[in-house]
């Protein structure tokens, strides 16, 4: 099936919890992706970035993010401290963990690191969270070649500047897609940033298995018309 994963960007924990309780209300959303910015990697930095500490805090005390029970979450880690978070962002719940390959260094390591350390398991449905890969518009594909042992997915990036939601959508995306499939046609592979509805039919030709939509439903007049009508469109692969 298609997954239509809603994205939040959030300034405060409040705006997070505020759209995430209005995203609990839409029929049919299974996934939402959280994306997270430190400012370096992207800029500006949003939450939990702007309020330092309230992180690690809640997971000390054993928080869990809202709607657990309803919702799966993805974190789209934007920031050069991914590898010392990771845990963070699980012990809240989530479920699916995306990091950049700009931002890491020899990234099969941490990637492995990572795998080994929370129990991730790209052939197996039954680890305790899935890893992802996420690339830039600019990024060679052969230089994640040597990752893609330890991710169950890549996230191809549909906007030049990422970080922002209201980015246009760049249509390079399209023939990343394109190699990606071609080179490793079991791969999961997911667009977030600048995705439209003309858009959206374009990538799920090429057999896109998520797309990642921020604006174009949260910043509609009715996002759960908005989400419905994404969540309508079918892909002619059956993914």
């Known amino acids: 099936m298609t997954y239509i994963v809603p994205a939040v960007l959030p300034s405060s924990r409040t705006e997070l919890e505020g759209k995430l309780s209005l995203l609990g209300e839409i029929p049919n959303i299974l996934r ?9 990697v992207a800029t500006p930095a ?7 500490g309230e992180l690690s805090a809640m997971a ?4 869990i993010l809202p709607l657990l029970d309803r919702l799966e979450y993805e ?10 978070v990771a845990g963070d962002w699980l012990a809240l719940g989530a479920s ?17 690191r990572i795998r080994r350390r929370y129990g991730s398991d790209p052939l197996s449905t039954t680890g305790v969270f899935s890893l992802g890969l996420a690339i830039n518009l600019n990024t060679n594909v052969s230089l994640i070649e040597s990752c893609l042992g330890e ?3 890549v ?3 549909g906007i030049a500047q990422i970080g922002r939601q209201g980015e246009p959508f760049d249509a390079r995306v399209l023939e990343k897609v394109r ?6 046609p079991e791969l999961e592979i997911q667009v977030d940033g600048g995705v439209s509805l003309e858009h959206a039919k374009s990538l799920l030709a090429l057999g896109v298995s998520s797309l990642v939509v921020g604006s174009a439903i949260l910043s509609a007049s009715d996002p759960a018309t908005a989400f419905l009508t994404f969540d309508a469109l079918e892909s002619p692969y059956g993914v």
């Open 32 to 40: 939402v992706q959280i994306d997270v910015v430190d400012g370096n």
């Open 46 to 52: 949003s939450w939990p970035y702007s309020a330092p």
């Open 60 to 63: 000390e005390r054993g928080e």
């Open 75 to 84: 974190i789209d880690l934007m920031c050069t401290d991914a590898e010392e």
């Open 96 to 112: 699916r963990l995306t990091f950049h390959y700009e931002s890491m260094i020899d990234a099969p390591q941490p990637l492995s």
């Open 151 to 153: 991710v169950s997915y």
């Open 155 to 157: 996230q191809c990036m």
């Open 179 to 184: 190699e990606l499939g071609t080179l490793y």
